[in-house]
């Protein structure tokens, strides 16, 4: 698990987290390209009162995401401005007026960027325990970023045995939870690509990658055809652009395209589209399939069986940078977005 050597913003401008307070944090403005800490403001009131049928959960733990980048746009569903934001989180129950939440529950809920939370019983999850699990495994690779990448491979790539695989972004938290459960599943050659040296280590070092290159070091096409001279099977896309365009040209036939997310587009949505060879994708038979994990919600305890007693076992290990303080939220979130995490990246409140 690594920490994030963030470069933070002054406090002041936030304001200091009181625990008899409760603070959210809500978007202030659209951000054309990249949001700054200008676009987010802490606000503080009065802790909640949890009402009949609800309680009253302090946050322990949050999780920021791409995603998250996405929703700031003036898109369908996108965050309303001055609201609390919302986002994947682990709290605990520290009152509650509903016999089916009992103080000290531990429970995930979706009421993320805030230092408590009113939850409806139907508004969380129970979370199960697994020995020697640590609680942030539910965020990163038991979570829904574990459950992205087990989707992608197994569902979407439909990954056979011996398969040689190119995944981008790798050094994130799908992109390691890839790596590593594609190693366990019995994958071939495993190339990935990232944004720093360092990362690129982590990725063959750490995690089961065979090969990794760093995007910046020059054209995609070039670097993926060094890593891997005989082509891929299967490419997951975190990324899209000339990484993507790349991979058309590497994927041998009858190869897959797993596109999970466009990240390298997110802050710059007008840079011109990546061009790749159509003919690529009649003449060798490729196939490219995007999803969204939201509705793959019913194999949560598929990916548990699958992955918790590899992790028991010290076989499959979460890669996780955590950010300490709740008042760190919105370094993190920008954090991520330059590149400064190495597997899911987590804030950690008070625990
Ligand atoms: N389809 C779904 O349901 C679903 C679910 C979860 C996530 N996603 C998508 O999956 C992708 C990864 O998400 P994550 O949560 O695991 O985040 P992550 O990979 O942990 O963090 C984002 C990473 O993106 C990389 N990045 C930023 N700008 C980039 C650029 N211009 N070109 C290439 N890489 C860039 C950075 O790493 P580097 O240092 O390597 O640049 C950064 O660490 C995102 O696209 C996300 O939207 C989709």
Request: proline fraction near 6%; aromatic fraction near 8%.
């Amino acid at each position: 698990m690594n920490t994030l050597p963030l470069a933070r913003s002054p406090l002041p401008s936030y304001g200091a987290v009181m625990t008899e307070n409760a603070i959210t944090v809500q978007q202030t403005a659209r951000p054309h390209g990249f949001p700054t800490t200008a676009h987010f403001a802490f606000v503080e009131s009065a802790l909640p009162a949890p009402v009949v049928g609800t309680a009253l959960v302090e946050n322990l733990y949050w999780s920021v995401d791409p995603y998250h980048r996405e929703m700031m746009d003036d898109v369908p569903g996108g965050f309303a401005l001055h609201t609390p934001l919302e986002g994947r989180t682990l709290g605990r129950v520290v009152a509650s007026r509903t016999p089916e939440l009992t103080e000290g529950d531990v429970v995930f809920h979706r009421q993320g960027w805030r230092t408590h939370s009113v939850v409806r019983p139907e508004e969380i999850r129970r979370l199960p325990r697994f020995d020697g699990v640590p609680l942030t495994a539910f965020l990163s690779i038991l979570g829904g970023t574990g459950l992205t990448a087990y989707v992608g491979l197994t569902r979407i790539a439909r990954l056979r045995e011996g398969d040689d695989l190119f995944v981008s972004a790798a050094a994130g938290g799908v992109g390691t939870a890839t790596g590593r459960f594609a190693r366990l599943l019995g994958a071939g050659r495993l190339v990935g690509s990232a944004g720093s040296a360092a990362k690129v280590d982590h990725l063959t070092r750490e995690v089961g990658y065979d090969a990794a290159f760093d995007y910046h070091e020059g054209p995609a096409a070039d670097l993926l055809e060094k890593a891997a001279p005989n082509g891929i099977d299967v490419f997951v896309d975190n990324v899209g652009g000339e990484q993507l365009a790349a991979a058309v040209g590497a994927l041998r036939e009858f190869g897959r395209i797993v596109r999970i997310g466009t990240v390298s587009r997110y802050n710059t949505p007008d840079a011109p589209a990546p061009q790749f060879n159509y003919s690529d994708i009649v003449e060798k038979s490729l196939r490219m399939e995007g999803f969204l994990v939201s509705h793959y919600r019913d194999l949560q305890d598929e990916l548990y069986d699958f992955a918790v007693p590899h992790l028991q076992s010290g076989r499959l290990t979460p890669d996780e940078t955590v950010v300490d303080g709740f008042e760190h939220i919105v370094d993190a979130f920008l954090g991520m977005l330059r590149g400064e995490n190495t597997g899911k990246i987590i804030v950690r409140g008070d625990v």
